[in-house]
């Protein structure tokens, strides 16, 4: 069974510009999470998709954003790119009413 | 506020045994995981454990949790240079619709030296 996808692998813009980074989820689920990985901050929540509609986001503004399609893949965009967004982003997909989520190699974007 | 600490580094021999803290302010969180990212791939969930647990065992892993210290740990035994890795901490809320939602530590990077 193919695990979650990301791509691009790695994504190099300059300020100003925009950024979109894909996810397919494992085959059946339906749940999609991204989180930001920055240098020094760990990990952090940014959005959860579930049955096409954003259920909950993290303490991020609003230019970061993103969808979810009915075949459950998702695309994450941050507009305005700034050089602190700079960071790997991963995405992590789940069962409807499950708790375990499985991870994504991620999307390390550089802002130049 | 929801908020995860663990140590950044640790090393330790080949073979010895390694325990990996952590402590998160949270109570309300219902479950705890361990991840484990190597060099250029995604997180791994090692294993997690319940909050109404305290101990948790498999394989070369043991999970203890002590509820009133808000105290987590990993122990990983005869600890192997593949072992080599940044192990994350997280918490889980419930976010509605039954799922959940994660709140990381920063990670611990476990140097194993052979």
């Known amino acids: 069974e193919a695990g979650v996808t990301q791509s691009p692998t790695h994504l190099i813009k300059t300020r100003g510009q925009q950024a979109t980074l894909r996810c397919s989820p494992i085959s059946g689920h339906t749940s999609v999470y991204w989180y930001q990985q920055a240098l020094g901050l760990g990990l952090q929540f940014l959005l959860w998709?579930?049955?096409?509609?954003?259920?909950n986001r993290g303490n991020f503004p609003p230019r970061f954003s993103g969808r979810q399609f009915p075949n459950y893949s998702s695309e994450l965009n941050v507009n305005a790119l700034e050089l602190e967004d700079s960071a790997l982003y991963l995405c992590?997909?789940?069962?409807?009413?499950?708790?375990?989520?499985?991870f994504g190699p991620g999307t390390r974007l550089t802002v130049l | 506020g929801e908020d995860v600490e663990q140590s950044l580094f640790l090393s330790v021999r080949e073979g010895d045994s390694s325990v990996i803290n952590c402590t998160y302010t949270d109570s309300s969180s219902t479950y705890l995981y361990w991840y484990k990212q190597e060099p250029g791939a995604g997180l791994q969930l090692l294993t997690y454990?319940?909050?109404?647990?305290d101990m948790k065992q498999d394989q070369r892993l043991t999970v203890l949790l002590n509820k009133k210290d808000k105290h987590l740990s990993l122990r990983i035994a005869d600890t192997q240079t593949g072992d080599s890795a940044i192990y994350f901490c997280a918490e889980g809320f419930p976010s509605g619709a039954g799922s959940y939602q994660l709140t990381f530590g920063k990670g611990t990077k476990l140097s194993v030296i052979p």
């Open positions: 992590a997909s789940s069962w409807d009413r499950d708790n375990e989520q499985f």
């Open positions: 998709y579930d049955e096409g509609e954003e259920r």
């Open positions: 454990i319940f909050s109404n647990m």
